[in-house]
Nanobody
Framework: QVQLAESGGASAQAGGSLRLSCTGS???????MGWFRQAPGNQREGIAA??????????FYSDSVKGRFTISRDNAKKSLYLQMDSLKLDDTAVYYC?????????????????????WGQGTQVTVSS
């Protein structure tokens, strides 16, 4: 059974924008959730994570996307989002959303694939010049 499902992957031109969504039964408003990506021949890379911090959210970003991508979540819609702006050719990859079995993302482990329990099937993002 599908617990998380991504959508919004598409082809875009460099400099453009895309918005990815993730939803499903595996979504839990109390858990740390993240976005990962995997380009051909590369390991899966953690690029963003988010968890609740009081009335706000705590977010983490990899250096490769900081300032260009924004992770967000809407607990009422049980959805996780990734707004991707100023796309680069290197952003071409399959993008995955994932959920950890804890509310803690961890400053040192937020991007560790082994720390996430539930994964989506992935959605392809292709950036061209």
């Amino acid at each position: 059974q599908v617990q998380l499902a991504e959508s919004g992957g598409a082809s875009a031109q460099a400099g453009g924008s895309l918005r990815l969504s993730c939803t499903g039964s595996g979504y839990d408003s109390t858990l740390c959730m993240g976005w990962f990506r995997q380009a051909p021949g590369n390991q899966r890379e953690g690029i963003a994570a988010i968890t609740r911090l009081g009335a706000s959210f705590l977010t983490f970003y990899s250096d490769s996307v900081k300032g260009r991508f924004t992770i967000s979540r809407d607990n009422a819609k049980k959805s996780l989002y990734l707004q991707m702006d100023s796309l680069k050719l290197d952003d071409t990859a399959v993008y995955y959303c994932a959920a950890r079995p804890t509310s803690v993302c961890g400053r040192e482990t937020w991007n560790s694939t082994t720390a996430y329990r539930t994964w989506g099937q992935g959605t392809q993002v292709t950036v061209s010049s």
